[in-house]
């Protein structure tokens, strides 16, 4: 939709050749410049793209001339111009400047370029993050994280789920006291979530089938390519389903996410040289079996052990897939709220799901008995009292349910073919990073 707005009547995608004659308001950033002497090539650009702006000394007025001499890479300028299709320029089309005011001149030199000829480490795009996001590339992933959040919510709803929002300052721990960012709350000691874990359970007993996107803390100590102190979760939980039923849930808003990115996201994927991978059914295997498969590739490794990142490669390697669920996990090596298998207690009705050897997300069947929810906290040495305010509705009528977590940093990188969670994250928050 073509919304004209005080600084500019259309926005770069939007000036064609078609509209050749036309005179109108445009506003954007210097991208490039490119000087011949009494002709200059400005690449001005905004969010959905770039547009040349042409100028010759002898066609337009001295101010004019007087001003693009003076521009700086990154300055904002509005113009008003004469659009005009020249088959020589890129797609097709420039403008001719009847005007140009600089509405901010930005200094030289750049802390970082932006035009993309420069390659900067991740730490200096980091540090230099407001920049760092104006190229392009962060505009295709920013892009390809929006469609991932509206097919989610959509595909959601569609199936019943309703949206919902946690506290997000809560009591105690729920994945473990490890990581945990102490806040003070009115002089009380408190905490920023984990995940919505307990929240979302207690909801799937009111509201039977919900959804949150939300952020979640974790105060990681190790600096891995695939960890954040703060992240966006996406979560389930849905009552009257098992794990089988949400790996069903998650097995089809993975397919769903990837053909909607491939479709409306072409262009961007274009930009980020990547095609993700085509999903079909997801292969389901078992701890066990992903344990003898590992025995077999001649790794040190026994029923207990966790499988992680490098097993997840040696698995890959072997197995050959792209994305696969384990599942059957061991009961202790779950958080407390895991539904022990009825026939076999020391194994669980968890999963992971991994694409090639990242875990992007994880659920389980939960435990809706009382009694066997204490016997697991007593048997992870948790205080039960500490956790009043879940289990005391476990009392009145707490259905079977079951849900997952997925990670959406982890699920971009299969989405973007980018390699750490920071490139897809905005403003990353590590052990090192609290600003910008
Ligand atoms: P879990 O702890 O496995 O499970 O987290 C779920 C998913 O969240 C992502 N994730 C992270 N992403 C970036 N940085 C981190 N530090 C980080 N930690 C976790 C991963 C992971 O798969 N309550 C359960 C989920 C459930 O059972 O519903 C939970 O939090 O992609």
């Not at 939709?1 to 995608?13: F, G, H, N, P, Q």
């Not at 077999?296 to 890959?316: M, Q, S, Y």
Request: net charge neutral.
């Amino acid at each position: 939709m073509v919304m004209s707005t005080k600084y500019k009547d259309l926005r770069a995608k939007e000036i064609t050749p078609e509209l050749s004659g036309r005179v109108v308001k445009f506003a954007g950033w210097v991208h490039r410049i490119r000087d011949l002497g009494g002709k200059k090539f400005v690449l001005l650009r905004d969010a959905t793209g770039i547009i040349q702006m042409t100028v010759s000394k002898d066609s337009v007025s001295e101010e004019v001339w007087r001003v693009v001499e003076n521009l700086t890479l990154e300055s904002v300028v509005s113009v008003v111009a004469e659009i005009r299709a020249d088959p020589r320029a890129p797609r097709g089309v420039e403008l001719i400047p009847k005007t140009v005011e600089v509405l901010s001149l930005a200094k030289k030199p750049l802390p970082l370029d932006v035009s993309g000829k420069v390659r900067a480490d991740l730490d200096t795009r980091l540090r230099n993050r407001p920049l760092d996001l104006r190229r392009m590339e962060s505009l295709a992933i920013a892009r390809i994280c929006d469609t991932v959040l509206d097919v989610i919510r959509t595909y959601l709803r569609g199936l019943g789920f309703v949206e919902v929002f946690t506290p997000k300052i809560i009591a105690t721990a729920t994945e473990g006291g490890a990581n945990l960012f102490p806040v003070i709350y009115f002089g009380k000691q408190a905490f920023l979530a984990q995940s919505p874990q307990l929240y979302k359970e207690l909801l799937a007993g009111a509201f039977e089938r919900v959804f949150e996107i939300g952020p979640a803390w974790r105060a990681e100590e190790s600096d891995t390519p695939y960890h954040l102190a703060e992240f966006i979760s996406v979560d389930i939980e849905a009552a009257f389903m098992d794990y089988n039923d949400v790996m069903n849930v998650l097995e089809g808003l993975v397919k769903e996410v990837v053909k909607e990115v491939m479709r409306r996201n072409a262009e961007d994927l274009e930009i980020l040289k990547w095609r993700p991978p085509e999903v079909d059914e997801i292969p389901r295997i078992t701890y066990l079996e992903a344990i003898d498969e590992l025995k077999r590739a001649g790794l040190d490794i026994k029923f207990g052990d966790d499988i992680g990142t490098p097993e997840l490669r040696v698995l890959h390697q072997r197995l050959g897939y792209e994305l696969v669920f384990i599942k059957d996990f061991p009961s202790m090596s779950r958080p407390f709220y895991t539904k022990p298998k009825d026939d076999e207690p020391e194994l669980s009705e968890s999963f992971d799901l991994v694409w090639r050897h990242l875990e992007i997300a994880s659920g389980s069947t939960r435990i809706h008995r009382k009694e066997q929810l204490l016997e697991e906290m007593k048997k992870r040495g948790l205080n039960p009292q500490s956790f009043e305010f879940f289990i005391k509705w476990f009392d009145y009528g707490m259905p079977p349910h079951a849900g997952w977590g997925l990670g959406l940093s982890r699920f971009l990188l299969m989405l973007t073919g980018k390699n750490n969670v920071k490139e897809v994250t905005l403003f990353p928050r590590d052990k090192k990073r609290l600003v910008p």
